[in-house]
């Protein structure tokens, strides 16, 4: 029997009745905050230590809700683009460029080791956030074209081993095509994240592509990027407003107009402030997660960064 959108929310009520917030989460006015694990840019390698380290710091920051991104906790380096800007300037150096064939190789390895993660692995993970009183509200493994359907499967295992019952992805309309079988099959949420670009029509940015993915399955929800949605010149109080009920999650950050770049709060066009409010005032269950986004200047700290734009969080939702 294929289910309305009406119908599948209430069939699932259910079942998410147990993933509930909890009621320990920081929190301001009963808005829920949270971070995204992007955030920890001082990080140069996925794994079980990596996730210890991001255990760890959240537990520092008083922050027990984690969106955790998914190359933070596959062991293979992260990007350097990732973490080479948060370095002092004396160390920042120019890294070599890779081959054609390294960057293969890579890749290829990456397939390999998705294909058949050792047993217990994503269990380790798991217990890594719970030692620190951490939840894990969403895996954030963004589907892509090159990913084949093992890649795929990967994802909804992965997210099932962390005890998580929603995907967030970066991915494209032809993706978001290409999934619902998948979700269907899994029973799982997918929310999509959007970013700013809007050359590209496969992209997910402008309100109607976020229709367009949501017509496409029951299980398709709209992870928010406040700061992408208004950097790219689209109204997010007036599109929260309009789909609330869709959207799962937000990230909280700035960013310059025009796709311009992202700054700390205050710097940029997101109306940060005017969304956390609106959520605040509708009591409405969508957690904020901040998303560290912006480039560190030399000797910035991550964790000092973040604390202060945790603290604009709670400013704003306090007044």
Not at 126 to 148: C, G, I, K, Q
């Amino acid at each position: 029997m294929v289910l309305n959108r009406r119908q599948f929310t209430g069939a699932l009520a259910a079942a998410l009745a147990s993933t509930a917030l909890p009621t320990q989460a920081l929190q301001a006015h009963g808005v829920q905050l949270g971070l995204q694990s992007f955030t920890f840019h001082q990080l140069r390698t996925g794994g079980v230590a990596a996730a210890e380290e991001m255990a760890t710091a959240m537990k520092t920051l008083g922050v027990d809700l984690c969106e955790l991104w998914a190359p933070q906790i596959e062991p293979f380096p992260l990007a350097d683009g990732y973490w080479r800007a948060w370095l002092p300037n004396v160390e920042k150096g120019t890294p070599a460029k890779p081959s054609h064939d390294e960057i293969a190789a890579k890749r290829m390895a990456l397939r390999a080791w998705r294909t058949s993660p050792p047993q217990g692995y994503f269990q380790q993970i798991a217990n890594a956030f719970a030692s620190a009183n951490v939840r894990l509200f969403a895996f954030n493994y963004s589907f892509e074209p090159t990913m084949n359907d093992a890649e795929i499967e990967y994802g909804f295992a992965a997210a099932k081993a962390l005890k998580v019952n929603l995907i967030t992805a970066s991915s494209r309309i032809s993706d978001a095509k290409r999934l619902v079988p998948f979700a269907a099959k899994h029973g799982m949420r997918i929310a999509f994240h959007g970013h700013a670009d809007k050359e590209d029509p496969d992209q997910i940015t402008t309100p109607e592509s976020f229709r367009t993915v949501l017509a496409l399955s029951p299980y398709y929800r709209i992870n928010l990027d406040v700061a992408h949605f208004a950097s790219a010149g689209f109204d997010a109080v007036a599109f929260l407003k309009e789909q609330h009920a869709n959207i799962t999650n937000i990230h909280v950050h700035d960013r310059k107009a025009n796709a311009g770049a992202s700054v700390p709060f205050g710097e940029g066009v997101a109306p940060t402030k005017a969304v956390l409010q609106l959520i605040r005032d509708n009591k409405w269950p969508i957690p904020a997660f901040y998303e560290l986004e912006y480039v560190g200047a030399d000797g910035r700290d991550v964790i000092a960064e973040t604390r202060r734009e945790l603290d604009y969080e709670r400013k704003v939702l306090n007044s």
